[in-house]
């Protein structure tokens, strides 16, 4: 199976996570915030871990972040994904932590710190998946 | 994030629990045999199976009959009521859990007097039937979303999730790629003088550096083994325990604390490394136990992957925290060096039986049972894990 036809894997799709999955191929990315404290949460849920309130709103994000910590795998898992490539731990400027990709270069020893944004990214399956890029 | 830890943190158990039970019967499966039985493609039995034969061992080596026991704890891979069925028992305690889990719940199952003497039985076929540990259908996802959740990104394997916490645990504390070294050389090391383990040629850092990677910064030489296998013990009531075995083991303190804040995200590792869990754990223990670190004359630390082990050693309090590097470089954890860790040579060398031959490894150090690898006059063995952040602590002592 070569890297066109690959299916990119499916995303765990609990009731909650629809809504958030629509934005990301709508290319504007929204998460829940809470009503009652203002906590942003990822992934989504039915309530608020910081405060418990259920009144939770979809709201857009800013599309910053920061690298928390990255890897690269050397050996192929998925179709999708030809060895090597890598995956980050990026944190959210509203403060979520999301597990990820680095488009446009490798990461490497100086990456941990760098600050990020948001892009969107049409696998060739057609999924859209929410990637980020430096910003500096 | 979870730096702030609440009042309950600084809580201890209750006294009672202290030596209130003894490992009287350790048994386990032939796994050097039957790796190389699943090699050539055969099954030499199914998870099933593998129980069975380690429980037969644990009732030889305690000197008594099936028919004295009262409690059963089933591993995490099979079922309970299989297990039971096929053991024959028909308990007043009876449970499932993993391997420190089931050490915790037998000591605190005999401690209210539920049951006098627990069979704790585990058997994994995960190499002859191939479990898949990462991927979107990775073993554990029902109960660690953590474990699925990120697979559009193309992260599915456990070695990711540590690859993730080693590769920000080197940024926040210097830690190196030839310091993460020392841990495979060492267990290797341990492994070499152990005629029950899998892998026993020696390497050296020069080995670990130019293994290839696998999912970087971890080296092959990070991962733990996959085969199939079991194990089981016969932990009993303190005083029964003393009339049943000249031998007995006891368990002189357990603690626990778990980080769930952010685990979907990875946080309680890419952010604490488990510190503040593993530290909460430890004291439990130690104020249970009025032992310390210093009193452990052998650690075992479940290590799925080596990471687990520098990790271990800051959270358990065997060095400074930020100083496990400069521990494993110069005091060491191999044979002949400061702190023996892993005598077995673990889930990196020995067999991967999730944390359970890690209980029985303990037992035996303690015991003075374990021949070219045994370490001097032990007295005290010490069992950590923090798999996704439940952070455990046991101390055994004779
Ligand atoms: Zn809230």
Redesign the pocket.
Known sequence: MNAIEAKTPKPVMGLYDRPMWESISARAMRLQR?R??S?WQYPPGPS?P??L?CELEWTEVSGRGKILSWVVFHRQYLPAYPAPYNSIAVRLAEGPTMITNLEGAMPGADSIGRDVRLVYVTMPDGMVLPRFELAD | MNHVQPDYARKHPSPRNKRAAAVVGVGHTDWVGDWARCRAGEQPTDSYGYGIRAFNNALKDAGISRDEVDGLIAGPTTAYERLGELTGINPRWGGQADAVLAVAQAVMAIEAGYAEVIALVYGNDQRSVGTQYGGPEAMGGGAFLSYVYHSPWGLTSQGALYALTLQSYKHARGFTEAEMGEVAVAQRGWSSMNPNAIMRKRISIEDYMASPFVCEPLHLFDYCLINDGGVALIIAEAERAKRMTERPVFIEGVGRFDLNRGATSLEPRIDDFYLPAQQAAAAQSYALSGLGPKDMDVLQVYDSFSVHVPLALEGYGYCGVGEAGKFLREQGIGPGQKQPVNTSGGHLSETYMQGWAHQIECVRQVRGECGERQVAEARHAHYTSDVAGKCFSIIYGR
């Open positions: 809470c009652a404290c906590a608020c910081q405060c309130s």
